[in-house]
């Protein structure tokens, strides 16, 4: 493990109504195995490979779903102090939804929003980060950010995170898409959500070997599609979706 560096996503939650189920649909889908936390509470996790974790499932209980919270992935951003950056989220504009908490003997996470409501998650881990790598198969590739004013959203996660412009794309009437950055490798974009979209949130997209063959699997074990399969500029291919449960995943595979 590397050095606990402020700005690199590390970990991804999927929080739904139905774990055996969405356990069953990512396994044949993504290709991932589970694993088991050894911690105080139970707590199943996604590896994409042998004993390699990359986050877990978080049952979505009746009174979370009743207080209108849907399906959906959070992904977590390191930091070496997780009060220190939630503080200065608040400054920024952003908001705290669950204030710094302990998870006993592995580290300290909280939950925010940027100032346009989207939310994420920020992790301070005991034993460090991941080395700055490209992703591999059955990783996350992309992290995509839906917003309403994605110059302001990347102005707070600038601040916030240290990220950096790596490129603009010119999307004509759907305006500019904002990639962005930190270390050797690039993390994703942003842009300003069309009314479709209902509120700004993360699309996370995971890399597969081939995004169509994956996409009739999503269809075959009862996901949708919503857009896509398609090319984007450079050649790679993606494809937006729906797992059966309800929450939006997107894929991901190199030309």
Same mark, same amino acid.
């Given at each position: !493990?590397?050095?606990?560096?402020?700005?690199?996503?590390? $970990?991804?939650?999927?929080?739904?109504?139905?774990?055996?189920?969405?356990?069953?649909?990512?396994?044949?889908?993504?290709? $991932?195995?589970? !694993?088991?936390?050894?911690?105080?509470?139970?707590?199943?996790?996604?590896?994409?490979?042998? #004993?390699?974790?990359?986050?877990?499932?978080? /049952?979505?209980?009746?009174?979370?779903?009743?207080?209108? =919270?849907?399906?959906?992935?959070?992904?977590?951003?390191?930091?070496?102090?997780?009060?220190?950056?939630?503080?200065?989220?608040?400054?920024?504009?952003?908001?705290?939804?669950?204030? /710094?908490?302990?998870?006993? @003997?592995?580290?300290?996470?909280?939950?925010?929003?940027?100032?346009?409501?989207?939310?994420?998650?920020?992790?301070?881990?005991?034993?460090?980060?991941?080395?700055?790598?490209?992703?591999?198969? #059955?990783?996350?590739?992309?992290?995509?950010? =839906?917003?309403? *004013? $994605?110059?302001?959203?990347?102005?707070?996660?600038?601040?916030?995170?240290?990220?950096?412009?790596?490129?603009?794309?010119? !999307? %004509?009437?759907? %305006?500019?898409?904002?990639?962005?950055?930190?270390?050797?490798?690039?993390?994703?974009?942003?842009?300003?959500?069309?009314?479709?979209?209902?509120?700004?949130?993360?699309?996370?997209?995971?890399?597969?070997?081939?995004?169509?063959?994956?996409?009739?699997?999503?269809?075959?074990? %009862?996901?949708?599609?919503?857009?896509?399969?398609?090319?984007?500029?450079?050649?790679? !291919?993606?494809?937006?979706?729906? *797992?059966? #449960?309800?929450?939006?995943?997107?894929?991901?595979? @190199?030309?």
């Amino acid at each position: !493990m590397a050095e606990n560096k402020l700005g690199r996503f590390v $970990w991804y939650d999927l929080a739904t109504p139905d774990p055996d189920g969405a356990q069953a649909f990512y396994t044949k889908v993504v290709g $991932w195995g589970t !694993m088991q936390w050894d911690g105080p509470m139970p707590y199943t996790m996604w590896t994409h490979a042998p #004993q390699a974790p990359l986050g877990g499932i978080m /049952p979505l209980d009746d009174k979370a779903q009743t207080a209108g =919270a849907p399906p959906h992935w959070l992904a977590y951003v390191s930091t070496p102090d997780c009060a220190a950056t939630a503080a200065k989220a608040v400054e920024l504009g952003g908001k705290v939804l669950k204030e /710094p908490s302990e998870i006993p @003997a592995t580290g300290m996470f909280a939950v925010l929003t940027d100032p346009q409501g989207a939310e994420f998650a920020v992790y301070q881990s005991t034993a460090g980060g991941p080395e700055d790598k490209p992703p591999e198969l #059955q990783q996350f590739s992309w992290h995509e950010l =839906a917003t309403t *004013d $994605w110059e302001a959203g990347f102005d707070f996660y600038a601040r916030l995170f240290g990220w950096s412009k790596t490129d603009d794309m010119d !999307m %004509g009437e759907m %305006g500019t898409y904002r990639m962005f950055g930190f270390g050797q490798w690039p993390l994703g974009g942003m842009f300003n959500k069309p009314p479709e979209i209902p509120a700004p949130g993360w699309l996370y997209y995971v890399k597969v070997p081939d995004v169509n063959a994956a996409a009739e699997t999503v269809k075959a074990e %009862g996901g949708k599609v919503l857009n896509g399969p398609m090319e984007v500029p450079g050649g790679d !291919m993606i494809v937006q979706c729906v *797992d059966p #449960q309800g929450a939006a995943f997107a894929l991901h595979s @190199a030309k």
